[in-house]
């Protein structure tokens, strides 16, 4: 099964989404794939919060950027936190369109249970210059990609989750 849970910054999808992925697990001990890259000190501080809250009901595996061989031949469960950082980094590491695509079908080919979170960040005016236009567009297709895949999408807001698909 592959869920795809979506919403804005701080809209309560990361707590939604860790609840599922435990209930999938059925005692299991899911994989927490955490993308995002310790470029600052406030980052750190953010990173060094999450350890703590996941530490004993998650595996956790610190990947930037290759997502699906960072999972190996894993069979449990998989929490992705989060494709918007992801993205983040494949941009500011300049990896090409095909590649950030070519990563995605990757993880929706796995055979594993994944739950996968994603910001929604294009329900904001058009951004000013071309770097955050293309960031914006990137994710609104890999949202589309993961909607017509994912088995279950679930948007986000205020901490109210509500079925999409």
């Not at 310790?38 to 950027?65: G, N, V």
């Not at 904001?124 to 609104?140: Q, T, W």
Request: aromatic share 4%.
């Amino acid at each position: 099964m592959k869920i795809l849970i979506i919403g804005g910054v701080k809209s309560g999808k990361s707590r939604h989404a860790e609840k599922r992925i435990l209930e999938i697990a059925e005692g299991k001990k899911p994989i927490y794939l955490a993308t995002t890259e310790l470029l600052d000190p406030e980052m750190e501080k953010r990173i060094a919060e999450l350890r703590l809250r996941r530490s004993e009901k998650f595996q956790t595996i610190e990947e930037p950027l290759h997502l699906a061989k960072a999972l190996g031949n894993t069979d449990v469960p998989v929490l992705i936190e989060c494709l918007t950082m992801w993205l983040n980094n494949a941009l500011f590491h300049q990896l090409p369109e095909s590649k950030i695509f070519a990563e995605i079908e990757r993880l929706l080919l796995l055979e594993n249970d994944i739950v996968f979170v994603l910001n929604e960040v294009g329900l904001g005016i058009i951004p000013d210059n071309p770097l955050s236009r293309k960031f914006v567009d990137l994710s609104g297709r890999i949202a589309q990609k993961l909607a017509e895949c994912c088995d279950e999408v679930w948007g986000c807001t205020a901490g109210i989750l509500v079925k999409l698909k």
